[in-house]
């Protein structure tokens, strides 16, 4: 099922093979629109790591308790093209511009975690 021009919802499912619940769909779908922009903004394909995930999932991931992934609210990701300090900074600008939702936005060496929970976190 497409979410947005360049993302269907197979693309967030958890990594142990676990789809979506439908329960999360709104956020999985608010997710997507906002990866869409970014992915828009980088002019390049985006991978996703990593989005929802069971609670055995991040657990066994090392996921915090109160992960942003156990909703459908978040997304590791990154592109072949860019750097993750060069998504992370994209992010941060699209976010003082209003053009994604504030959220947390975490930088990794090959990754970037974006979520949109909503309120301000970085690492």
Not at 28 to 42: M, P
């Amino acid at each position: 099922m497409k979410l947005t021009r360049n993302f269907s919802l197979d693309e967030f499912a958890c990594k142990d093979g676990t789809p979506v619940p439908g329960v999360y769909f709104d956020n999985v779908l608010e997710l997507a629109l906002n990866l869409q922009v970014i992915r828009g903004a980088l002019r390049k394909p985006i991978n996703i790591n990593s989005a929802y995930r069971t609670e055995k999932h991040n657990k066994s991931v090392g996921g915090s308790k109160n992960s942003q992934h156990l909703t459908a609210k978040a997304s590791d990701i990154r592109s072949n093209n860019k750097t993750p300090q060069e998504i992370y900074n994209l992010i941060e600008r699209l976010i003082l511009e209003g053009k994604v939702k504030e959220g947390g936005l975490g930088l990794y060496k090959t990754f970037v975690h974006y979520d949109i929970r909503g309120t301000k976190a970085r690492w």
